[in-house]
């Protein structure tokens, strides 16, 4: 049977330090308890052997109704901390994916949040855009922005993206530049795809990036590509 894995880091807020300790149970969609995992001094735990759909299914252009990836909820405790709950973890054959959880104080001790506050802190993953539809970001524009090209490549040390499409109303919130390719601009491929994707992943949904993403499907990734 296919299957893949859940790799999970627990930190304090912000990542200041690694939390060990934390209870961590991964659900499967029927709210079965698939995985329980207690993680290590360095914050970390792996949920391995996760039932997932065969990869040929997103590899598979024609492929419009078969999930390619299966989902997992994740419910995270830990003693004196906000307890955690992630729906919607997608996990892919033969792929690793990566849960980062944050903790704030709370749930139990002299310094705990109050009670409207300490309730689960709750995270919905979207489904994948490439199976649920309406992804990219709009048309491409009818006229060249104005703009100075650079005479080299310049990586920013932070990126700010709007949490919609160009017209939407909606938040923009400000990352750093890792985290943006790690978790913007990967979750436009699959991770099964060939490592060329992720060079196409950033571009634009116009015409010329909608024939790069093309020439991609199909073909199958390294191991070393991994969900984020």
């Known amino acids: 049977m296919p299957t893949g894995s859940i790799r999970i880091y627990a930190s304090v807020a912000g990542q200041a330090a690694p939390l060990s300790g934390v209870q961590v149970a991964v659900l499967d969609e029927s709210g079965v308890a698939v995985a329980r995992l207690t993680t290590d001094e360095a914050g970390a735990a ?71 506050e300490a309730a689960p802190r709750t995270t919905t993953i979207p489904p994948h855009v490439l199976f649920a539809g309406g992804g990219g970001s709009g048309p491409a524009p009818e006229e060249r922005l104005p703009g100075k090209v650079l005479s080299e490549v310049v990586v920013p040390r932070k990126i700010t993206v709007h949490l919609g499409r160009p017209a939407a109303s909606a938040s923009n919130v400000t990352v750093s530049f890792q985290s943006y390719i790690a978790n913007v601009a990967s979750s436009e491929v699959y991770p099964t795809w060939v490592s060329h994707a992720v060079s196409a992943a950033p571009y634009p949904a116009g015409p010329a990036g909608a024939a790069r993403r093309q020439s991609l499907r199909g073909r199958q990734a390294p191991r070393a590509f991994r969900a984020r």
């Open 46 to 116: 792996e949920a391995a052997a996760l039932a997932a759909p065969d990869a040929a299914y997103s590899l598979r252009e024609s492929n419009t109704n078969v999930r390619p990836y299966a989902v997992y909820r994740l419910r995270a405790e830990a003693a004196g901390w906000q307890s955690q709950l992630v729906d919607g973890v997608q996990v892919f054959d033969g792929q690793q994916t990566v849960a980062r959880l944050e903790f704030l104080p709370g749930g139990g001790d002299g310094d705990a949040l109050p009670a409207r």
